[in-house]
């Protein structure tokens, strides 16, 4: 019986991978929450100063994610010390409260575009800084424990031609 499912397996495995794949990280928030103040930061070298990537930040959630969309600010820093910030929103769930995102079960990962044919243009390390800008109407204070985000990461990709 096992020996019939080996070549299925294989197959899904190849198809599966990405060739496309440069980098990508993951870090967990704790207990399933995202505090104001915890800043997650990524560091990444040796990626090719002539090709050009797409960059996209990765967010798990749960249902206990409270709101339909996601504001974050994203610090990206060049090996010269030159940095790119932005503050960026993103749709999690339709209108309805369908989720968005892959997964099954509870938890849905969105891949959200950061940067689209970027260049690298310089050898070293890069920091990647990633936080929450969550606010509630009305309110001049963020959310101070952003519930049901599970995982934040970011991931590098080729471009493709």
């Known amino acids: 019986m096992v020996k019939y499912w080996g070549l299925p ?8 991978c990405n060739d496309n794949l440069v980098k990508s990280e993951f870090q967990a928030t704790k ?8 800043t997650f930061q990524f560091t990444f070298s040796e990626i090719d100063t002539l090709q050009k990537h797409d960059m996209f930040i990765n ?10 969309n996601l504001f974050l600010i ?19 769930a339709l209108p309805d409260g ?7 079960g509870s938890i849905k990962e969105n891949k959200l575009w950061y940067k689209e044919n970027i260049v690298f243009p310089e050898s070293g390390v890069y920091n990647l800084s990633l936080s ?23 991931e590098i990709e080729k471009s493709n031609p």
């Open 31 to 38: 207990n399933g929450a995202w505090n104001k103040d915890s």
């Open 98 to 104: 369908t989720w968005l995102g892959k997964g099954y």
């Open 132 to 154: 929450h800008a969550m606010r509630k109407n009305g309110s001049v204070d963020g959310v101070v424990s952003l519930k049901g985000i599970t995982d934040v990461g970011f």
């Open 59 to 68: 967010v798990r959630n749960d249902a206990s994610f409270p709101y339909n």
């Open 9 to 16: 397996c294989l197959i899904a495995l190849l198809f599966s």
């Open 74 to 92: 994203a610090e990206l820093e060049f090996p010269s010390g030159e940095t790119v910030k932005d503050t960026l929103e993103y749709e999690m």
